[in-house]
T-cell receptor, first 116, second 115 residues
Framework: AQKITQTQPGMFVQEKEAVTLDCTYDTSDQSYGLFWYKQPSSGEMIFLIYQGSYDEQNATEGRYSLNFQKARKSANLVISASQLGDSAMYFCAMREGRDSSYKLIFGSGTRLLVRP | GAVVSQHPSWVICKSGTSVKIECRSLDFQATTMFWYRQFPKQSLMLMATSNEGSKATYEQGVEKDKFLINHASLTLSTLTVTSAHPEDSSFYIC???????????FGSGTQLSVL
């Protein structure tokens, strides 16, 4: 079964508007972490935001916020005031348990295109 | 912030040759590094976990004799693709667990093309 599901292969958003990228996950662990990364065409992976399973408040980092709904097992990324430079692939990822090896499982990604 | 340097950024080689990719943590020590592989328009797939001073842990389906990983120091891990074939052509990217517990930092990736 898919551990991380991103159902939107591609999304468009108008510049300066907000956009939500969906991510659902599947785990039986009580302790886990959820991440969002941005991958521009250059290929590098840029860390955006992190949410721990025990964090009571939704994570925020500048224009990025994570809408964490634990009961629904969803961790959607919200980008406010979209900019042209936000056009990229976005990956949701999960770390299960407290495994010290700390490996991440990635979703299939969502390609975001910001329109001027 | 923490920086992970990966070299080369791209490499073209002939079939049958071996290629070494380096991953360095520049301003922190990384006891654990990870190697991922990404095919065009696909997600990152974890290949192996590289542990300093010990053998790498490979994911199911990854040939350890083909993808040799060495993590000889706290700042350097290398991935060697041995006897490369065209099907090994892919984007390889490394990552390291940063000094901030929850963050994983990535190198800029290596595009390997095997002719």
């Amino acid at each position: 079964a898919q551990k991380i599901t991103q159902t939107q292969p591609g999304m468009f958003v108008q510049e300066k508007e907000a956009v939500t990228l969906d991510c659902t996950y599947d785990t039986s662990d009580q302790s886990y972490g959820l991440f969002w990364y941005k991958q521009p065409s250059s290929g590098e992976m840029i860390f955006l935001i992190y949410q721990g399973s025990y964090d009571e408040q939704n994570a925020t980092e500048g224009r990025y916020s994570l809408n964490f709904q634990k009961a629904r097992k969803s961790a959607n990324l919200v980008i406010s005031a979209s900019q042209l430079g936000d056009s990229a692939m976005y990956f949701c990822a999960m770390r299960e348990g407290r495994d010290s090896s700390y490996k991440l499982i990635f979703g299939s990604g969502t390609r975001l295109l910001v329109r001027p | 912030g923490a920086v992970v340097s990966q070299h080369p950024s791209w490499v073209i080689c002939k079939s049958g040759t071996s290629v070494k990719i380096e991953c360095r943590s520049l301003d922190f020590q990384a006891t654990t590094m990870f190697w991922y592989r990404q095919f065009p328009k696909q997600s990152l797939m974890l290949m192996a976990t590289s542990n300093e001073g010990s053998k790498a842990t490979y994911e199911q389906g990854v040939e350890k004799d083909k993808f040799l990983i060495n993590h000889a120091s706290l700042t350097l891990s290398t991935l060697t693709v041995t006897s490369a074939h065209p099907e090994d052509s892919s984007f390889y990217i490394c990552s390291a667990r940063g000094p901030q517990f929850e963050k994983l930092f990535f190198g800029s990736g290596t595009q390997l093309s095997v002719l």
